[in-house]
């Protein structure tokens, strides 16, 4: 299941797919990968997908934050992690697409 997540990830970054733009959109990405997250946070807990926030390709990090701070019954620790996550990414210059969508998110919460 972790491979299956992983891989899935490899294939968005490739196709170009932005992680909270899927989110938002509540497209058939967003469906596919939240499925496996159900999955594996169901199977292993949610510990266990937290630690993929280790994982440095392929946005694999970012998709993680956002699916984890989705979901009820995640405490403040973990919770300020997936933020961390967020805002390093809407401050890199290497992905301005995702920098752009991320700050463009992280504004929509003040409002």
Same mark, same amino acid.
């Given at each position: 299941m972790f491979d299956d997540f992983l891989n899935l990830c490899k294939l968005y970054f490739q196709e170009g797919?932005?992680?909270?733009?899927s989110i938002q959109k509540q497209d058939s990405y967003y469906k596919r990968i939240k499925y496996l997250s159900d999955n594996i946070i169901k199977k292993y807990g949610i510990e266990l997908f937290f630690g993929?926030?280790?994982?440095? /390709?392929?946005?694999? /990090?970012?998709?993680v934050a956002h699916l984890i701070i989705e979901e009820d019954n995640v405490d403040d620790k973990m919770k300020k992690k997936c933020f961390e996550v967020i805002i390093d990414y809407s401050d890199n210059p290497l992905?301005?697409?995702v920098s752009y969508a991320e700050n463009v998110w992280l504004k929509s919460?003040?409002?």
């Open positions: 797919k932005i992680p909270i733009v993929l926030l280790q994982e440095g /390709q392929y946005l694999t /990090q970012l998709w992905v301005p697409d919460l003040d409002s």
